[in-house]
């Protein structure tokens, strides 16, 4: 039982440091609970000298205790320091087990027992969770460790896994790599390893049967000493030698324990985070909630939040948040002069996506946006460019270009570009303002955010989108009334890869419209399917047979993972009737496709090896892929003579190191695919970003910018395992020098050994590395220039598939 | 097509930047352009060499001489700077497939280039040795392009898919599987596989290297051992042979490859040292032309 305090923080990371350094300095009563005996348990746990990076670099910090780029050592240091000066109430060893009472007269119960009763509750207690602890006997052993940062850690160490999911496997396979020359046993209860891929379950058994880690099944700890792992098997205790302990027996997310106190979520899903207001306040009156658990993973926002929401409880509503210097600058370009809380206001009140949106969300998306002015005429974007960010209309209107001397206008309070936010493609038609206007533009990250976050937003997203999307495949001949019934009930449809839309031979006249994703079109020749064309989102099919009332001439289906609007032949054929223009753009285009198909099948009969060849080649490239590609490297081995130039000069275009592996990958009929960036549709890479750094560039690249924390979430999401977590080797002495003195270690990425030697101790960050597609390099892409036999293609898949290549192959 | 998208990248954007995507070879780089420019410059010579009349007779020292002398000596220091340009990797566009192709057929024009600039007058001086210098450089790059036109395509076919490091990779983890597999078998039978445990894929020397014959290799050794051995238990002698025929598989599979790599590389280990011999014989040519001037 202890007096009651004016607040009380729940975890004393950099968000709950700051809050109670905060709450000191202003002389309220507190207390700071932590669950471990030390600061910052989830920094405390990074891996020696690891180097924390102070990002976003344009954000101020504002607290009571000091936060750098530096050291894990040096980082704890200073707050263990900035605590002590500051006179914070910390609570070692309390981990909260339940939160009772309301505002004023909070009870707060450790798993201790202790009880402490406070005014106000700030939960700063991120989302890692609680990892769970082993429970036989010697199981606080400080050799037990609960991650593994980086497996170079470890060398010739005797080292057991005890767990079976995917971390316990992938923390194996990361320590029993053969150079590390450790010694690796991996234990599970049960029998099989259900928890795991097949994947990681295969690469394990694999590396079990070549002798680099021992494989327990139906085994587990018993006793834990130093040096020794007493083990329970099917036939008995045994003892082994045992240095070190990874336990990964998975963990408790912190939503459930949030949700017990009370406190509602924006959604369901996974990325959902507590419903706040401006001061952080939940659903709960009395309990705000900062930090990682209310979306702010970066630590900068977190230590910032943690004064705020202080701030806040003490009274001071006058308090701006550090970000409002920011926000003014992004508005100052305006002609009318406003604050930035009317500016927020409206926004919010003048654009429909805005309307459910919170104030405190609006601000994170305002951040994360452009505002600008718009003269009467001025080009917003142009058709044909790439571009994923979201417009939405403050003020005045926009006008699309939908056809030759076609414009429709888009009304104030609306929004545009969401095409590219949709498909990833480049943009459909030129917009330009139709008088003076303010258009905001949201970056397509913040708005994913913004439609994950905000139901109603999303809605009216999709809305728009299918409706524009329509209208701009039928080039224009259709009005918004047309399109009323489809867009009121649409029929979306998603398909996995490889899945058939339609067969040759079915019946039915429905028409699809590619949503996102790509098909490839099939015909049986001869009993074989012929691959005849690839169609990229923004497409139409299944037009033949309304035109023609004929079966399905030819087979469609997933190249990737696609989602396609389905609108009723009856719907179509109205279309058609109405809109004359319309019929005779649907008309010309089956009249370019049967010709196409005609063309294949004549080929077929007199070079049919030709054509085989063609199509095997297309299955190839969708089986590895490239059907999400937007332009991805190939490699003609008949051609290449493995001289690897093209990855010594990648290495040498960056910072010394190479974003491409030629040797690795598929090959089919000499056409290699290798290891490097296709520039996906729809990046994988970009879906987890913590500092949000990695963009589409001007010419479609999909790049990273400085500010890479090193989490490594993007290589994990890549399933083409093209991003590397590296660190930039040092400088080399130049190639002259090399020529004439072999000085140095010549072009390309230099050995692992040389620069190893050149560091000495000094370990650099390893930050995510990939191919940006030679962005900012005038020659472009040096993997292609330089390649000394011509081996070396970049191209989109639809180039690559087109017929003229099949024609060129024919002869 | 029928979508409005229009995807091709016929409209180049502000930043769109110099892109090489078309699929053609070093050799029919542009339609053969350097094969005709190369082609014409050796007529043009030909032809030139016909109908100019130098008194008394053509030869290095007349004024027709020293035009094909001075051409020839620039392009082989041109022609020299292709290693420089193959590492150097600047940010303005440049083919390395275009100064390939370049290199090929003008580098083969300097036959009839230096040739003509002897008025076929050789001797056993240190000009002719220039001269020889060169035609065995350019023999030297003559098989370099049969090489790269021909053995890129087994290269891809022994490979099937594998790296180098997944090739020496599968040939260790077969020796630890031998390596555990041959515990039960008597001495006698145990040796060979010792030492076709102890044996380092990467010896054999040059000749064996370039030949792709292993006849005192250690591992064939072993297999034929205990095939015909009667030793041993004969369920764990029959899992080891089985091993050892998987090694065996997979080191022709990796000399093969080393075999095809280390052809498509033991020219430049002639051109390129031969290619500085002949700047140094050609130094010492116009120094002494031009010494007894």
Not at chain 1, 154 to 181: C, P, Q, R, W, Y
Not at chain 1, 432 to 440: H, K
Not at chain 1, 782 to 795: D, L, S
Not at chain 2, 62 to 87: D, E, M, N, Q, V
């Amino acid at each position: 039982m202890s007096e009651p305090v004016k607040v009380a923080i729940i975890g004393s990371g950099p968000a709950g440091l700051s809050a109670a350094s905060r709450a000191a300095q202003l002389g309220l009563s507190h207390i700071l609970l932590e669950k471990t005996d030390h600061l910052s348990d989830t920094i405390f746990k990074y891996q020696k000298g690891k180097r924390v990076l102070a990002t976003p670099e344009r954000l101020d910090l504002r607290s009571d205790c000091r936060f750098a780029e530096g050291a894990r050592e040096y980082i704890l240091g200073n707050w263990d320091e900035d605590a002590a000066n500051n006179k914070v109430q910390v609570a070692y060893h309390a981990e909260v087990a339940e939160v009772t009472g309301e505002k004023g007269a909070f009870a707060i119960r450790t798993a201790k027992g202790d009880i402490f009763h406070a005014e106000n509750i700030v939960l700063a207690i991120g989302t890692q969770g609680n990892p769970n602890r082993m429970r036989c006997e010697g199981a606080d052993l400080p050799h037990i460790i609960y991650q593994v940062d980086d497996p170079e850690d470890f060398k010739d160490k005797h080292i057991t896994v005890v767990g079976s999911g995917d971390a316990g496997i992938e923390n194996a396979l990361g320590v029993a790599e053969e150079a590390l020359e450790n010694t690796v046993t991996i234990l599970n209860r049960s029998k099989d390893f259900a928890r795991a891929k097949a994947k990681n379950v295969a690469d394990m058994t694999e590396a079990g049967e070549n002798g680099f880690m021992s494989i327990r099944t139906e085994t587990q700890p018993k006793l834990v000493e130093a040096g020794w792992l007493t083990l329970e098997t099917p036939t008995g205790e045994e003892k082994i030698e045992c240095d070190v302990i990874v336990a990964r027996l998975g963990s408790v997310a912190p939503r459930g324990f949030v949700e017990s106190m009370g406190i509602e979520f924006t959604g369901p899903d996974r990325e959902a985070f507590p419903k706040l207001s401006p001061t952080f306040e939940t659903t709960v009156p009395g309990l705000y909630v900062i930090g990682a658990l209310a979306g702010y993973p970066l630590i900068k926002h977190c230590m910032n939040q943690g004064y705020d929401v202080v701030e806040f409880i003490n009274g001071n509503q006058a308090l701006t948040p550090a970000d409002e210097k920011d926000l003014a600058a992004i508005f100052a370009g305006l002609p009318q002069q406003k604050s930035v809380s009317e500016w927020l206001d409206y926004l919010r009140t003048r654009i429909r996506i805005f309307a459910d949106v919170s104030p405190l969300q609006m601000r994170e998306f305002m951040l994360d946006s452009k505002v600008a002015f718009y003269g009467k005429g001025d080009v917003v974007f142009e058709k044909g460019e790439p571009g994923s960010s979201l417009f939405a209309i403050a003020d005045g209107h926009a006008v699309v270009e939908v056809g030759p001397d076609v414009t429709v206008p888009i009304e104030q309070g609306s929004i545009f570009g969401e095409v590219g936010l949709i498909s990833g493609r480049k943009r459909g038609a030129t917009i330009r303002a139709g008088e003076d206007a303010i258009f905001v533009e949201v970056s397509r990250t913040a708005a994913l955010k913004l439609m994950a976050a905000v139901p109603g937003a999303k809605r009216v997203i999709n809305r728009i989108s299918l409706e524009r999307q329509l209208l701009q495949i039928f080039k224009g001949g259709l009005t918004v009334e047309d399109l009323q019934p489809i867009v009121e009930d649409p029929a979306i449809e998603r398909f996995p890869a490889g899945k058939v839309v339609l067969a040759e031979g079915d019946a039915g006249d429905d028409v699809y419209v590619i949503r996102s994703g790509s098909m490839v079109v099939e015909k049986d020749i001869g009993g074989k399917p012929i691959f005849l064309r690839y169609l990229p989102a923004g497409s139409f099919f299944g037009e033949m047979a309304v035109l023609s009332g004929a079966p399905r001439n030819a087979t469609v289906k997933a190249a990737v993972a696609s989602e396609v609007i389905r609108l009723k032949g009856e719907q179509f054929k109205d279309m058609l009737a109405k809109r004359p223009q319309v019929r005779a753009a649907t008309e010309a285009a089956v009249a370019e496709r049967a010709a196409m198909n005609d063309f294949i099948e004549s080929r077929k009969a007199s070079y049919s090896s030709a054509v085989d060849l063609y199509s095997d080649t297309a299955t190839f490239i969708m089986k590895e892929g490239l059907g999400e590609a937007t332009d991805a490297l190939l490699i003609d081995e008949n051609l290449c003579v493995g001289c690897d130039n093209c990855e010594k000069a990648c290495a040498d275009s960056h910072e010394g190191l190479s974003r491409l592996d030629r040797e690795a990958g598929k090959t089919f009929a000499h056409l290699h695919v290798p290891t490097s960036c296709r520039h996906c549709e729809h990046p994988h890479c970009m879906a987890d970003c913590p500092p949000n750094v990695i963009h589409r560039g001007p010419d479609g690249e999909v790049f990273m910018e400085p500010g890479c924390i090193g989490c490594g979430n993007c290589m994990r999401n890549c399933p083409y395992g093209v991003i590397r977590m590296e660190a930039a080797p040092p400088e080399k002495p130049s190639l002259l020098r090399w020529l004439l003195t072999g000085f140095g270690p010549g072009p390309g990425e230099p050995s692992p050994k040389w620069t190893k030697k050149q560091l000495g101790d000094e370990k650099p960050k390893k930050i995510a590395v990939k191919c940006d597609m030679c962005k900012g390099i005038s020659g472009g892409p040096a993997c292609v220039r330089a390649c000394p036999t011509g081996a070396a293609i970049r191209v989109s898949p639809e180039e690559f598939l087109s017929i003229a290549r099949l024609e060129e192959d024919a002869g | 097509m029928a979508s409005l998208f229009k995807r091709g990248r016929t409209k180049a954007t502000q930043t769109e930047r110099v892109r090489e995507r078309k699929h053609e070879g070093f050799l029919r780089y542009a339609g053969f352009r350097w094969a005709k420019i190369s082609g014409g410059l050796c007529l043009l010579i030909i032809v030139s060499y016909a109908m100019v009349d130098v008194t008394p007779r053509h030869n290095g020292g007349s004024w027709y001489g020293y035009t094909l002398g001075t051409i020839g000596a620039a392009l082989i220091l041109w022609l020299t700077a292709l290693g420089y340009r193959k590492r150097k990797m600047t940010s303005t566009a440049w083919s390395l497939k275009a100064w390939t192709s370049a290199h090929v057929y003008l580098g083969l024009s300097l036959i009839v280039i230096g040739t003509w600039h002897t008025g076929f007058q050789l001797g056993w001086n240190v000009h002719t040795l220039a001269w020889a210098l060169m035609l065995l450089v350019i023999l030297s790059g003559l098989y370099g392009v049969i090489v790269y036109a021909t053995l890129p395509a087994a290269l891809s076919n022994n490979r099937d898919e594998m790296t180098q490091m997944q090739m020496l990779e599968a040939i260790r983890a077969f020796d630890r599987q031998l390596h555990s597999a041959a515990q039960p078998l008597t001495p006698a039978d145990t040796a060979p596989v010792l030492a076709a445990l102890d044996e380092d894929p990467f010896a054999g020397g040059i000749v064996a290297r370039l030949g792709g014959r292993y006849p005192n290799c250690a591992t064939a050794a072993a297999l034929r051992t205990l095939a015909a051995s009667l030793s041993s238990d004969a369920a764990a002698r029959e899992k080891v042979v089985g091993l050892l025929k998987q090694k065996v598989a997979a080191l022709a599979r990796l000399r093969a490859h080393l075999r095809l790599r280390a052809l498509l590389e033991i020219w430049l280990y002639v051109h390129v040292p031969l290619t500085f011999a002949l700047i140094a014989a050609l130094s010492a040519h116009i120094i002494s032309v031009f010494f007894y001037w």
